[in-house]
């Protein structure tokens, strides 16, 4: 007997599969992992979710599972649905998910990149709704991002749009893996934040970040730096500042380009440090034009680590004709 | 009798009103030119441009005025049809131009922001035909910019959106009269390249600029080092050079975010220096991302200073219902 119907929300990253089954209110009835073990291939993995799939649909009887939406660390093309170059997937160029996990289970699939499946889920379900337009931000070891705009996904020409952490906020800047220099990535990510505090060190500045790295300038994370702000530590201190700072010319670089109505900025360092938010909206307004500085259209993300989960249940409730479709 | 239906297009700037009486593929059958006269107030200007209209569809008879198509230098709201602020049109602030030119002229008149409309002429009837999606940038005394996404003119929250002149890049760069610094339009728009050239003459370098500008610094424009240029000035050939690194800059930055099939650059100074485009071109590329490198979409405008117009054309008929709608 059904009950209920519902989907099932991927959000596939390098390390782990996470899986939920999403009801069209955006309510999560069961939520599982499972390893990605991205070298052992894509089908492979595509079998590993259809078991995740299988054993959550046991464990909740009643829900019938009408599609499948996945947000995957990687760009994709959400039209040809395939995968291209993901850092983080080798192996995995040129596959098509979606496609091989709904041979496994009869159910259509979509499937598009997971920094703008973020945005949709915070649009859909979280700080966005009733937005027309939203730009958001994730900060880790890389920054990503990913636009809603007019009520849509925007991918762009090649669904590659929103690589937020590619705009470029310091023409000086180091090169980035990217293959461009001076990108917000290098100098706001987690490893843009530790190779900053690493140099310092390794030039011979004292800081407790090292003892806290127990001694090995090699151990120094953006985390390290966020407990060692706590204790007033000024190498810490003032690599967070400058991070904030270049992530504020990223905000009011998007501001001028988009004019959104809200920019959501995910990740670990943007909620746990107390400096690196006041920098970034000090330099957002510096930067900003005129009558943009009294506002700033800016906050952090009330999703966490589920919007691109959620993001993923709304695009497959779209395209199932359950609410607006996001896509095109 | 009427043998062809036509709209009046306009482009509206702070020193002159451009009009002319365009068909649905984009001919220009008449135009003619009237000063703005901004500072003598919104509804005389109006006036004006009514009796712009009359002269010009006397001059060919059998033409029907359908509607009007308006492309106004400064910030719009295109759903109130207001203005907001425009520089370049003191005490126009608040004043809707379309509705006061329909009291005067009984046909429906839509308005928008100049830049976003030149991107709109491009797109329908210039290099873009046939693309979803295109950025343009528009390099005079500022730099100006429109987006269209997804085959619709984009702009934002409050139609401000496409400012390209203020994407930040240069952090530690000068103030910009945005209020911002380190915008684009500081590092190349012609004012921003002249001040570039003006600076150095102060510190006392020597140039045929100098010469060429009677020996008075302060008459020194970009123009004046596009001419120093084609004799291989060094002064004038690093500042243009330079100016063309940052128009590079904010090219990859555009390219990461949007992923636009075209990004259009407009003005004299893109298309008369022999220095400036290469170097936009190599920036773009060190500063884009791997798989970027290798192809540029970016090209010059094919409309010129028409691009506007034939925007505002474009935005009318689709409005009345002959191709399709270019607003939301």
Redesign the interface.
Known sequence: MVDQQAVFAVDLGGTRMRGALISPEGDVLVRDTVPTQASRGEPAAMRRLAGLLERMSTAVPGVEVAGIGMALAGPVDPVAATV??PPNLPTWDGTSPTADLSTNVSVPAWVHNDASLAALGEFVYGIGQGM??LVMVTLGTGVG?G?V??G?V??????????????????AGPPCP??????LEVMASGTGLARMARERLEAGESSIVLSMARGEISRVRAETLVRAEARADRLASEVLRAGG??LG?GV???R??????MIVIGGGVASNSHIFWPAMAASAR??????D?ATL?VTPTVLGDDAGLLGAAAMAWGELGVGPSYL?
Chains 1, 2 share one sequence.
């Open positions: 291209h170059n027309s337009n991002g636009l705009l007019d849509k925007y991918g762009g020409l090649r669904g590659f749009a929103g690589e937020i952490g590619h705009l470029v906020v310091e023409p990217c293959g461009g220099c001076g990108c700072r270049y010319i009011a670089t998007l001028s380009v988009l004019d959104p109505e510096v930067h900003g034009m005129r009558g500085k259209p095109k």
